[in-house]
């Protein structure tokens, strides 16, 4: 497929979107987010209050898209160093002094500065979308 989406973070440019390359673009983080969801006929803020009402998620809730992006907030979504994650393209996660290193399919890394529980709490929240989802 190629050029798949790791992450989605705030930049001074706007959002700085990493895949196979980086691009920043002048957008607001849930901005963005909207319309990638637009382009698949949902909008950011609906998919997070049926996420919240079917699935009772209450916090840092994650954006299923599509089939090849279902993004995950590091942090509350109001932090300006809150990362969505893309959940498929996250092959491990660990920690070193205290902070979360995220491994991408394609071998690159990021390291956060949170715990690796939070990111496993996240994780556990995208599969129980996807799991909601193919119960369908």
């Not at 998620?57 to 969505?84: A, G, H, K, M, Y």
């Not at 399919?105 to 556990?124: C, H, P």
């Amino acid at each position: 497929m190629g050029d798949e989406m790791k992450y989605i973070v705030r930049s001074e440019m706007g959002v700085k979107i990493e895949s196979d390359s980086t691009r920043y673009l002048d957008f607001g983080l849930i901005e963005y987010i909207n319309t990638l969801c637009i382009k698949e006929l949902i909008t950011y803020k609906g998919r997070i209050e049926a996420t919240r009402k079917k699935l009772d998620i209450q916090s840092n809730i994650p954006v299923f898209i599509s089939q090849e992006l279902l993004l995950f907030p590091t942090v509350s979504v109001r932090n300006w160093d809150c990362f969505f994650i893309n959940y498929f393209e996250v092959l491990s996660v660990t920690s070193e002094n205290g902070k979360a290193i995220i491994f991408f399919n394609d071998l690159t890394q990021i390291s956060l500065d949170i715990g690796e529980n939070r990111i496993f709490n996240q994780v556990k929240k995208c599969e129980q979308i996807l799991s909601y989802l193919e119960n369908l």
